[in-house]
């Protein structure tokens, strides 16, 4: 299918937007998502780190209290004299500022002074460790941090996960009791709600949380603000088990993608660990994913719509640029148009900068030239049809003229031969006779070669092999040669094939020959004849060249060479047919000749003639010719 110009421009306009478009579409994609992807992983490590932060300062809040309370001097007093009323209110007092879930006194001996709660909760002892307030007694120090404690409820939930603190009371640097306190995590969702406020200002996204955060006892949800389908909030669900083995088994944090509970979120996990160094659970932050993707997402159609932009405005600038471009260039297909009709002086519009406008420029050189040539041409053309109608006059005058002096010339010739005969002429008388023979023979051969040219008499063909005409020719020219004093060889390249020829004409061609390269070699010269066989366009045939060491001949006078009448010799040296006679006989044998020839450096005359040919056509074939250079033809 073909395409105009103007398509292929807009095309490559399209092309090139869409290309560009399209790898900037590809890498953008993936650098935006690399982008996102990491910001939304740093953030997310970061806002971990607000959760931990947060979660500590819980601890440290209650021990703060606990070490406040303990301080005071009647405090200490009482637990001193074991007023368990006055302690048991301050305590409660304490518990209700932080919202304790439990606070208490325990004496040296181990004994409980007093309790905030109802229900017995005792510290647990964990893989053979110390509990919290065993390890804060006997260290005689403040112990902080994540404790597993025995809720004291039937079922499976025995355990449970707690923030606590224990703060020894000391009385003149001895222990009296230890002070301790502390907040259940299970369903507590003071810090996951306070981490969300803080570090996600409660932000929503398409009517879902989009930060989220989680403690975890093991596996298990135990305080979160992640919400299940039904709006209930997740607590009773599990981690991945990736998760879990990453975190709480190998002890790393997990920073990527996960699906948690019903959604997708970029997520951040880190070990809990008690106060004996145990991982007994997760915290865990999580950013909605969607928010990122939709972004992405966005920023994708916001460049998709840039590309589109840019192939809409491609396709108009590219529209804008053709037709500026290929105005003027239809305007010179119509002017070439025009030309090709004989308008020599077509409208080629205004001319136009840069290269259409030289284009324009070059192609009026063009018309004004070829209106030159047209000129030059059509003079030559007049010149040449009025020359020809001469030489056609001057042929039917010279066919008649021939005939009428052929008549008369014919009874002066044997009358003179027979006089000649005679036994008693004087010697002067003889001479004149022979003088006279001599001259009706010449004026007998201008007329025959008139009457030759003036019409085409048939040729006689024969099979006969080249060679031997050919040498027949060489010695009959021989005398000539040795007056002329030039060298006369012929040479025959390889075994020339039987051909059908005239050998009268064919002889009488390479006389022609012969006598013109002796007329233009001076004494000293010499002149090469050489043979040879040739295959030309798939015919075989023979090839002959005659090469001289003459004058040669004028470049201008090569194309004339072969028309009627024409010669470069001294008048009444050359009639200017000999040349002319010579070619319409070898183009009779279907055959041509051509000639090479430069001034000082002599001539070469080449003859094709076919082997193969029959009958008297006049083919225009193709030869294969010997180069000047070539003296071996």
């Given amino acids: 299918m073909l395409f105009s110009t103007r398509s292929k421009l807009v095309f490559s306009f399209i092309s090139v937007a869409l290309l560009v478009g399209t790898v900037s579409l590809i890498v953008g994609r993936h650098l935006l998502y690399d982008s996102v992807l990491n910001e939304a992983n740093n953030r997310i490590r970061q806002d971990l780190n607000v959760a931990r932060v947060i979660y500590d300062d819980r601890v440290a809040a209650i021990q703060l209290l606990l070490e406040t309370t303990g301080v005071a001097a009647d405090?200490?007093?009482?637990?001193?004299?074991?007023?368990?009323?006055?302690?048991?209110?301050?305590?409660?007092?304490?518990?209700?500022?932080?919202?304790?879930?439990?606070?208490?006194?325990?004496?040296?001996?181990?004994?409980?002074?007093?309790?905030?709660?109802?229900?017995?909760?005792?510290?647990?002892?964990?893989?053979?460790?110390?509990?919290?307030?065993?390890?804060?007694?006997?260290?005689?120090?403040?112990?902080?941090?994540?404790?597993?404690?025995?809720?004291g409820l039937p079922g499976a939930e025995k355990t449970g996960l707690a923030i606590a603190s224990a703060v020894p009371v000391m009385k003149q640097d001895e222990v009296t009791g230890i002070i301790y306190g502390g907040m259940l995590l299970h369903q507590d969702l003071s810090i996951v709600d306070k981490i969300e406020e803080t570090v996600f200002r409660n932000e929503m996204y398409q009517g879902h949380n989009v930060g989220t955060a989680t403690i975890f006892f093991n596996d298990l949800r135990i305080s979160t603000n992640v919400l299940e389908k039904d709006g209930r909030r997740a607590i009773g669900t599990v981690a991945s088990r990736e998760v879990t083995q990453q975190v709480l088994m190998e002890g790393k944090n997990w920073t990527d993608r996960a699906f948690v509970v019903n959604d997708w979120y970029i997520t951040a996990y880190e070990p809990i660990v008690d106060i004996g160094g145990n991982r007994v659970g997760m915290l865990y932050v999580g950013v909605l994913e969607a928010k990122y993707r939709d972004i992405r997402q966005k920023a994708i159609q916001v460049f998709s719509t840039i590309i589109l932009a840019g192939v809409m405005f491609a396709i108009a600038l590219g529209g804008l640029l053709a037709s500026r471009i290929m105005r003027p260039v239809n305007q010179l297909i119509q002017a070439s148009t025009e030309i090709s009709r004989g308008n020599l002086f077509p409208d080629m519009g205004p001319d136009c900068q840069g290269d259409i406008g030289l284009l324009q420029k070059e192609f009026k050189k063009m018309t004004q030239a070829l209106v030159k040539r047209d000129q030059v041409h059509l003079e030559e053309s007049e010149k040449r049809l009025i020359q020809s109608e001469k030489q056609a006059s001057i042929g039917k005058l010279a066919a008649g003229v021939a005939h009428e002096i052929n008549n008369p010339l014919t009874p002066v010739l044997t009358f003179t031969h027979l006089i000649l005969r005679r036994k008693d002429l004087p010697e002067e008388v003889r001479r004149d006779l022979e003088i006279i023979a001599f001259q009706t023979e010449r004026v007998r051969r201008i007329v025959k070669g008139l009457l030759d040219f003036s019409r085409q008499?048939?040729?006689?063909?024969?099979?006969?092999?080249?060679?031997?005409?050919?040498?027949?020719?060489?010695?009959?020219?021989?005398?000539?040669?040795?007056?002329?004093?030039?060298?006369?060889?012929?040479?025959?390249?390889?075994?020339?094939?039987?051909?059908?020829?005239?050998?009268?004409?064919?002889?009488?061609?390479?006389?022609?020959?012969?006598?013109?390269?002796?007329?233009?070699?001076?004494?000293?010269?010499?002149?090469?004849?050489?043979?040879?066989?040739?295959?030309?366009?798939?015919?075989?045939?023979?090839?002959?060249?005659?090469?001289?060491?003459?004058?040669?001949?004028?470049?201008?006078?090569?194309?004339?060479?072969f028309d009627p009448f024409f010669t470069t010799k001294e008048v009444g040296k050359g009639t200017g047919l000999g040349l002319a006679v010579s070619a319409g006989i070898i183009e009779r044998h279907g055959g041509g000749i051509s000639v090479k020839s430069e001034p000082g450096k002599g001539s070469l005359f080449t003859i094709w003639l076919p082997c193969d040919r029959d009958g008297e056509k006049d083919p225009k074939a193709e030869t294969e010719m010997c180069g000047y250079e070539n003296t071996g033809c």
Avoid: W
């Fill in 457 to 561: 008499s048939r040729l006689d063909r024969e099979f006969l092999n080249p060679v031997p005409m050919l040498e027949e020719c060489v010695r009959l020219m021989e005398n000539q040669a040795l007056i002329h004093g030039v060298t006369l060889n012929y040479t025959s390249h390889g075994e020339l094939p039987v051909s059908k020829l005239d050998r009268n004409q064919i002889q009488s061609v390479m006389v022609n020959l012969i006598l013109n390269a002796l007329d233009a070699t001076d004494p000293g010269g010499k002149i090469d004849l050489a043979s040879k066989p040739v295959r030309a366009d798939g015919a075989q045939g023979i090839e002959i060249c005659v090469q001289d060491t003459g004058v040669g001949i004028a470049p201008e006078h090569i194309d004339k060479l």
């Fill in 75 to 151: 405090f200490q007093t009482a637990v001193e004299r074991r007023d368990e009323k006055m302690l048991e209110s301050r305590m409660r007092q304490a518990a209700l500022r932080l919202n304790l879930d439990f606070a208490g006194i325990l004496m040296a001996d181990g004994s409980t002074l007093c309790s905030t709660t109802t229900t017995t909760i005792s510290m647990l002892r964990t893989d053979g460790k110390m509990s919290l307030a065993d390890t804060a007694l006997k260290q005689r120090r403040t112990v902080s941090g994540t404790v597993m404690m025995d809720l």
